[in-house]
């Protein structure tokens, strides 16, 4: 969810793999592996690249992606999200079976028999909690609105309900009741998100403030455990033998390096370092394609990136003044050159391969920011009369506006060089840049300390509404502080109609408001995989709407 969703731009290019599951023994068609086709090497581990340090692993605070795919591992929900023959699936994890009622307002999910890594029983009450936590209030839960289809949970999170009036109990320890406010056509899709694993109020209560900020501070469910977490350098998995299905588990291992520089992680793969990665570089694709050693994974990702503003700001309050800025981006240009066309111009805020029940919604809406840009061929008077109306001076070659970034290497300083000189261009303006690490740029752009920043979003499942909940006025979570009370009502009306067509409309209307009337953000690309994995990694899953999912991967013939 944004991680929900939020990652840093360069994310996307780096660390996503394909969302295709990579080298499965197609005699067997077995995840696990079947002894009598698969020649498993004998010490099994994979080797991948983090990206950047989590902010915190807890699940009702962790906001980014580097959190969730650590959380995937190490933690078993309600369901997993896995895939087959390319799409996605969701499959039985710690529920191993469900059912509703006719209206879809009432589901019961059966717990099977499994363990925490402390040799504790996961009970349905574990579920309970740990929806209540996020929900409270005091939690602070950046993502609690994801929760909000089920009874209650907006009231309970906007302290006008108590947390144990919300519509989840345990029937008893293996049996989960959930009723939802209304009927919700993306429920079920939701449900293997890390706001649904189970969390121990015994471990939570203990750590406080310091659960989930390190491998000793936190227990786990799933086919992973945290053996050892160097902060800034690497995390280590290991399999957890307390797992309820660990038969289908062959690592024994997982070495998360965090490496933030580009040659760094490029050199890594080539040497054998690393055992899968983006690429984006021509110099570096050439290179790898050359060896013959890899399988190249390529399509689009459900996800964009955007530039998005401070509307608090005493310039960014100003809608022409944001158009100007919206319109000022030469998307295409910056696709291939910062991107290496590993992104799309992105003229539209939800991307490609993201459907309205079969439809994909890309296909059925406009483009906002093409009428935008047809409407406006000069970004720089736009942007004079955007001044004029604040009271300030028109001439934009005396405007400074510092721009806010989320890394400190070099990849994040040349698209922070692009971009100054991109809006002197088009805009006339000077723009400075302020490095910051990831963690500093959460902090920063929540507390509304800057300008104007860039992000990436990743959709959490295969709905609109992933991509646009995030600016609904009483539960955003990208903090441009934006509010607009129709864009509200469109979108929440759209959450809670099973009518397709309705839908459709209401988020096409949402989508003009949100980038050609207001425009409170300014898309820039839609990310495509272009990831090399070794071809001894089998039974890799990196599904669209999901993380990369190692349950079942194993490496044969590494060594050849």
């Known amino acids: 969810m944004k991680t ?20 499965c023994d197609k005699k067997s068609g077995d995840k696990g592996g079947s002894s009598s086709t698969v020649k498993m090497d004998k010490e099994q581990y994979i080797n991948c690249n983090l990206g950047a340090e989590p902010k915190t692993l807890d699940p009702s605070k962790g906001t980014d992606v580097y959190a969730a795919l650590i959380l995937t591992e190490t933690m078993e929900g309600l369901t997993r999200l896995e895939q087959e023959n390319g799409k996605d699936v969701v499959k ?49 839960a950046p993502y609690a609105n994801l929760l909000y289809v089920i009874k209650n949970g907006a009231a309970i999170n906007e302290g006008k309900a108590a947390v144990d009036t919300l519509g989840m109990k345990a029937l008893d320890e293996k049996i989960l009741e959930i009723t939802l406010e209304k009927p919700c056509p993306y429920f079920f899709q939701i449900t293997y998100n ?91 694709i050439e290179k790898f394609d050359k060896t013959g050693k890899f399988n190249n994974l390529k399509g689009y990702t459900p996800g964009a990136s955007y530039i998005f ?12 003044v944001r158009k100007a800025f919206s319109i000022g981006v030469t998307r295409e240009d910056l696709c291939n050159v910062i991107f290496k066309g590993r992104q799309k111009p992105a003229y539209g805020w939800v991307p490609p391969t993201v459907l309205v029940n079969d439809k994909e919604f890309r296909e059925e809406a406009e483009e906002p920011i093409e009428n935008l840009v047809k409407e406006n061929p000069d970004p720089k008077a736009l942007l004079s009369k955007g001044l004029k109306e604040l009271g300030m001076d028109p001439d934009p070659s005396k405007l400074t506006v510092t721009f806010l970034q989320a890394g400190t290497d070099q990849w994040f300083r040349t698209y922070a060089e692009y971009l100054q000189d991109m809006y002197k261009k088009t805009l006339g303006i000077t723009l400075k840049t302020e490095y910051v690490e990831w963690p500093v740029f959460q902090k920063k752009t929540d507390d509304g300390e800057f300008e104007l920043a860039s992000m990436s979003m990743s ?3 295969n709905d609109p509404n992933t991509f646009f909940d995030g600016f609904i006025s009483a539960t955003a979570y990208v903090p441009t502080f934006w509010k607009n009370a129709e864009y509200d ?51 890799l899953m990196t599904p669209l709407f999901g993380t990369t999912e190692l349950k079942y991967t194993y490496t044969e013939g590494r060594s050849k």
């Open 194 to 284: 890390k706001t649904f694993v189970p969390q121990r109020k015994d471990i939570v209560e203990k750590y406080g403030d310091k659960y989930g900020s390190g491998s000793d501070t936190m227990v786990y469910c799933g086919p992973f455990a945290i053996k050892n977490w160097t902060h800034n350098s690497e995390l280590v998995l290991e399999k957890n033998d307390k797992y309820w299905d660990k038969k289908s588990v062959k690592l024994e291992k997982v070495n998360m390096k965090i490496i933030k520089d580009d040659s760094a992680v490029y050199n890594s793969l080539y040497s054998g370092a690393l055992d899968f990665s983006g690429a984006s570089k021509k110099e570096w």
């Open 309 to 320: 503003f401070n509307t608090k700001d005493k310039l960014f309050k100003n809608a022409n």
């Open 92 to 140: 039985p994890a710690g529920a191993e079976k469900w059912e509703h009622n006719e209206e879809g307002t009432v589901w019961k999910f059966y717990l099977r028999d499994y363990n925490w890594s402390d040799g504790k029983k996961v009970t349905a009450e574990d579920f309970v909690y740990s929806v209540k936590r996020t929900l409270d209030p005091k939690t602070g």
């Open 459 to 461: 959709g959490d499942y």
């Open 4 to 23: 929900k969703k939020l990652m840093s731009a360069i994310l996307m290019v780096t660390l996503m793999a394909s969302g295709l599951m990579v080298g």
């Open 489 to 539: 009502k469109l979108t929440t009306d759209a959450q809670n109609t099973m009518d397709v067509a309705k839908r459709l409309e209401d988020y096409k209307k949402a989508e003009k408001i949100l980038l050609y009337d207001e425009a409170a953000i300014a898309p820039t690309g839609f990310p495509t995989r272009n990831t090399y994995v070794y071809k001894y990694v089998k039974n």
